[in-house]
Nanobody
Framework: QVQLVESGGGLVQTGGSLRLSCAAS????????MGWYRQPPGKERDLVAG???????????SVKGRFTISRDNAENTAENTLSLQMNSLRPEDTAIYYC?????????????WGQGTQVTVSS
């Protein structure tokens, strides 16, 4: 089992920045890929950015050049932190942001989600 807890959301003006964090704990050695998704009001949840199992980042076209995803594996602990640095924020970035972790097939292949953190960008 893996537990994910997001933090860092809030209210920011257009053009501002926020940094989201996702603390992963539990069987973190079972994590294959991690990513950030978002769900705007009344819309479906979509991918924002992710990391492949090899650590390569990829982004939705709408956030390329503005958002940066990174992962920090703390030494000698079972905790991983996934971050999303969001710059040049726009009102259309307003959404609930969710952290996701997919486990390796060896560990069962389940997909885990955090509880979400609200990001609101005012115009």
């Amino acid at each position: 089992q893996v537990q994910l807890v997001e933090s860092g959301g809030g209210l920011v003006q257009t053009g501002g920045s926020l940094r989201l964090s996702c603390a992963a704990s539990g069987d973190t050695t079972c994590i294959s890929t991690m990513g950030w998704y978002r769900q705007p009001p009344g819309k479906e949840r979509d991918l924002v950015a992710g990391l492949t199992s090899g650590g390569a980042p990829y982004y939705a076209d709408s956030v390329k050049g503005r958002f940066t995803i990174s992962r920090d594996n703390a030494e000698n602990t079972a905790e991983n932190t996934l971050s999303l640095q969001m710059n040049s924020l726009r009102p259309e970035d307003t959404a609930i942001y969710y952290c996701n972790a997919d486990l390796t097939v060896r560990c069962g292949g389940a997909s885990h989600w955090g509880q979400g953190t609200q990001v609101t960008v005012s115009s």
